[in-house]
């Protein structure tokens, strides 16, 4: 089998996506796709980095960067247009260049690629959230052979606009346990990566997107000033946005990205792991399934998430501390709870590190390359 995945994303992101798109192009090749990714071919001025050293993973597979316009990367101006304008002229020229033959599977994220390549047999799409305008994504539901979905509210949604249910396949993202297994001990974690000994640590990884609830976290902090938050991660502008709102409150530690192998450093010296998705919106109630939870559960840490349908899909009570979306209060009254109860604490990390070890990146992918397979 011959995988050719297309999709607009500039490599190496600090954005989880890129990470997840290399593992997947890794272990599709592992799993004996020929596999090559397809990336437009534009600058990154934060990092230069060799994607495959960036994240990780082994170079089983071939990067091919097309050359196309970047209007975003000379100015965040006009961002919806310029982004339009972007992914249009990458697919416009991927189109040209790239030759999809018989039997090659076109997988994407992308629903627009699935429009430019639509005479392939087996398209294959990734979805992570359902565009408000539905104009175009709608012929795009019309051209896919299989979609991949990363919750049942997803695949729900797929159905209710045509999708026969058969073909989709819900996979959620995956994880690597061994790659937060840290032998350090915590008190050593925290003398190497700068946080205090004397405190208990609630840690945030990620973006800073309003929609990932970190003014939520931010505001429980002011309830329960006797610990530290730490916040580690965000692109700008939300960095600098949040930054610059919550860097004076004194239990708060506002860190940038790091990479991987820091963020497992830092959920090692970590006394609790904390999800605040917020619930005004459906991409972090319905459609998100974040690969930081996955990572969390890996990290064998107690974790505290927001009460929300995408979250339920994956844990429940016997894995997790649940408080409300949007509420410091009931976030401070999780925290409270996990930390004066030692059992409890215990108790969630050992089931999150065995429920995880469902959702391996190489059983999603082994998964998904038995659906397309079925493709006639």
Same mark, same amino acid.
């Given at each position: 089998?011959?995988?050719?995945?297309?999709?607009?994303?500039?490599?190496?992101?600090?954005?989880?996506?890129?990470?997840?798109?290399?593992?997947?192009?890794?272990?599709?090749?592992?799993?004996?796709?020929?596999?090559? #990714? %397809? &990336?437009?071919?534009?600058?990154?001025?934060?990092?230069?980095?060799?994607?495959?050293?960036?994240?990780?993973?082994?170079?089983?597979?071939?990067?091919?960067?097309?050359? /196309?316009?970047? %209007?975003?990367?000379?100015?965040?101006?006009?961002?919806?247009?310029?982004?339009?304008?972007?992914?249009?002229?990458?697919?416009?020229?991927?189109? %040209?260049?790239?030759?999809?033959?018989?039997?090659?599977?076109?997988?994407?994220?992308?629903?627009?690629?699935?429009?430019?390549?639509?005479?392939?047999?087996?398209?294959?799409?990734?979805?992570?959230? =359902?565009?408000?305008?539905?104009?175009?994504?709608?012929?795009?539901?019309?051209?896919?052979? #299989?979609?991949? &979905?990363?919750?049942?509210?997803?695949?729900?949604? #797929?159905? /209710?606009?045509?999708?026969?249910?058969?073909?989709? =396949?819900?996979?959620?993202?995956? &994880?690597?346990?061994?790659?937060?297994?840290? /032998?350090?001990?915590?008190?050593?974690?925290?003398?190497?990566?700068?946080?205090?000994?004397?405190?208990?640590?609630?840690?945030?990884?990620?973006?800073?997107?309003?929609?990932?609830?970190?003014?939520?976290?931010?505001?429980?902090?002011?309830?329960?000033?006797?610990?530290?938050?730490? %916040?580690?991660?965000?692109?700008?502008?939300?960095?600098?946005?949040?930054?610059?709102?919550?860097?004076?409150?004194?239990?708060?530690?506002?860190?940038?990205?790091?990479?991987?192998?820091?963020?497992?450093?830092?959920?090692?010296?970590?006394?609790?792991? &904390?999800?605040?998705?917020?619930? !005004?919106?459906?991409?972090?109630?319905?459609?998100?399934?974040?690969?930081?939870?996955?990572?969390?559960?890996?990290?064998?840490?107690?974790?505290?998430?927001?009460? #929300?349908? /995408?979250?339920?899909?994956?844990?429940?009570?016997?894995?997790?501390?649940?408080?409300?979306?949007?509420?410091?209060?009931?976030?401070?009254?999780?925290?409270?709870?996990?930390?004066?109860?030692?059992?409890?604490?215990?108790?969630?990390?050992?089931?999150?590190?065995?429920?995880?070890?469902?959702?391996?990146?190489?059983?999603?992918?082994?998964?998904?390359?038995? !659906?397309?397979?079925?493709?006639?």
């Amino acid at each position: 089998m011959r995988i050719k995945y297309i999709t607009n994303v500039r490599l190496p992101t600090s954005r989880a996506q890129g990470y997840a798109i290399m593992k997947m192009c890794s272990e599709f090749a592992k799993a004996g796709a020929e596999t090559e #990714l %397809f &990336v437009p071919a534009r600058g990154n001025t934060r990092n230069k980095k060799d994607p495959f050293e960036y994240y990780g993973i082994e170079k089983n597979f071939e990067i091919k960067k097309i050359s /196309s316009f970047d %209007f975003l990367g000379m100015t965040q101006r006009f961002g919806k247009i310029f982004y339009w304008l972007d992914i249009l002229s990458f697919l416009a020229i991927t189109k %040209f260049k790239v030759k999809l033959e018989a039997g090659d599977a076109l997988y994407t994220r992308d629903f627009m690629a699935i429009l430019f390549f639509s005479k392939q047999k087996r398209a294959i799409l990734e979805i992570h959230d =359902i565009p408000k305008s539905k104009l175009f994504f709608a012929q795009a539901l019309k051209k896919a052979k #299989l979609f991949v &979905v990363l919750n049942s509210y997803l695949k729900e949604e #797929l159905v /209710s606009l045509g999708v026969s249910p058969d073909k989709i =396949i819900i996979s959620p993202s995956g &994880v690597e346990p061994q790659d937060f297994e840290v /032998s350090q001990s915590q008190a050593d974690v925290r003398r190497e990566v700068g946080l205090p000994q004397d405190k208990k640590i609630i840690l945030y990884t990620g973006q800073f997107y309003p929609w990932k609830g970190v003014d939520t976290l931010a505001e429980t902090a002011k309830l329960v000033p006797e610990e530290n938050f730490v %916040f580690v991660g965000g692109a700008e502008p939300e960095y600098s946005r949040f930054k610059k709102k919550y860097q004076n409150i004194s239990n708060i530690i506002i860190n940038p990205f790091q990479t991987r192998a820091k963020v497992a450093l830092y959920m090692k010296a970590s006394d609790i792991l &904390v999800i605040p998705n917020s619930g !005004k919106e459906k991409i972090s109630s319905h459609y998100t399934s974040p690969l930081k939870l996955f990572e969390y559960m890996a990290a064998q840490k107690p974790i505290i998430v927001s009460d #929300l349908p /995408s979250i339920r899909d994956i844990v429940n009570e016997e894995d997790a501390v649940f408080a409300k979306p949007d509420s410091p209060q009931s976030f401070a009254e999780a925290i409270e709870k996990i930390l004066g109860d030692v059992g409890l604490a215990r108790k969630i990390s050992l089931n999150v590190y065995e429920k995880v070890k469902r959702y391996s990146w190489q059983e999603r992918a082994k998964k998904i390359m038995e !659906k397309i397979k079925e493709i006639a």
